[in-house]
């Protein structure tokens, strides 16, 4: 069965400072992997995904993330961080092969906090 | 385009009474999938519908189940309702069935159960 664990339910970075917020997952077979974000009172907004090929995967708002298959994790990190930057983030997994929605498994979630 | 639309968007019920959530997905798209977010769960996937038909489901007991129409519209209900159905549901749609293919979230539904 698959999984994600998410790494500090709550991390606070300085405005401008590194963000990195950490998910380890567990597959049975190469993975789908996913950054969603959550504001307040809103729904989930896909940040990146990972599928096959590059494992330096480039999302929105500046976000990356890396794939490392010896690791099993898929870390999410920006540069310098943004006060709107401040939200919930999950990483997510699914062992789909594309032919079938398997659902998403996700991580508990991190609460990204920002420092003015 | 529009976006994934819910409704309602809060709603208040009383324990053993049975509620229909409703979800309109994105112009053309033909799947959607369901989740309940809860503090102590966190996001956990309930079913996913492509062309009228049920894809796949999570590990949900029978009085949560849904159904989606000729025009991709989609409900999900649960009947006699337990406190611990208190969450937020939400729904996503996608152009077709598969993980391929990028998931768009609705705000959601927030559901109390008194």
């Known amino acids: 069965a698959q999984s994600v664990t998410q790494l500090g339910s709550h991390v606070s970075v300085s405005e401008g400072a590194l963000v990195l917020l950490r998910c380890n997952y567990s597959?049975?077979?190469?993975?789908?992997l996913f950054w969603y974000v959550q504001y307040p009172n809103q729904g989930l907004q896909l940040l990146l995904k990972?599928?096959?090929?590059?494992?330096l995967v480039k999302g929105i708002n500046g976000f990356e993330a890396e794939f490392k298959k010896s690791e099993t994790s898929f870390h999410l990190t920006k540069p310098s961080a943004h006060m709107s930057d401040a939200a919930e983030y999950f990483c997510?997994?699914?062992?789909?092969?594309?032919?079938?929605?398997?659902?998403?498994?996700f991580g508990k979630g991190t609460h990204l906090i920002i420092q003015p | 385009k529009a976006g994934v639309t819910q409704t309602p968007r809060y709603l208040i019920k009383t324990r053993g009474q049975q509620v229909t959530l409703s979800c309109s997905p994105i112009?053309?798209?033909?799947?959607v999938s369901w989740y309940q977010q809860t503090p102590g769960q966190g996001l956990q996937f309930l079913f996913e519908?492509?062309?009228?038909?049920?894809?796949n489901k999570g590990n949900f007991p029978g009085r949560f189940s849904g159904r989606q129409f000729s025009n991709s519209r989609s409900e999900m209900n649960v009947s006699t309702l337990e406190l611990g159905d208190s969450a937020l549901y939400l729904c996503?749609?996608?152009?077709?069935?598969?993980?391929?293919?990028?998931?768009?979230f609705g705000p959601g539904t927030r559901l109390t159960v008194t």
């Open positions: 996503a749609s996608s152009l077709f069935s598969g993980l391929s293919y990028e998931q768009y």
């Open positions: 597959s049975s077979v190469p993975p789908y």
């Open positions: 990972y599928t096959t090929g590059a494992t």
């Open positions: 997510a997994v699914t062992e789909g092969s594309g032919g079938g929605a398997d659902g998403l498994t």
């Open positions: 112009s053309g798209h033909r799947s």
């Open positions: 519908y492509f062309s009228e038909t049920q894809r």
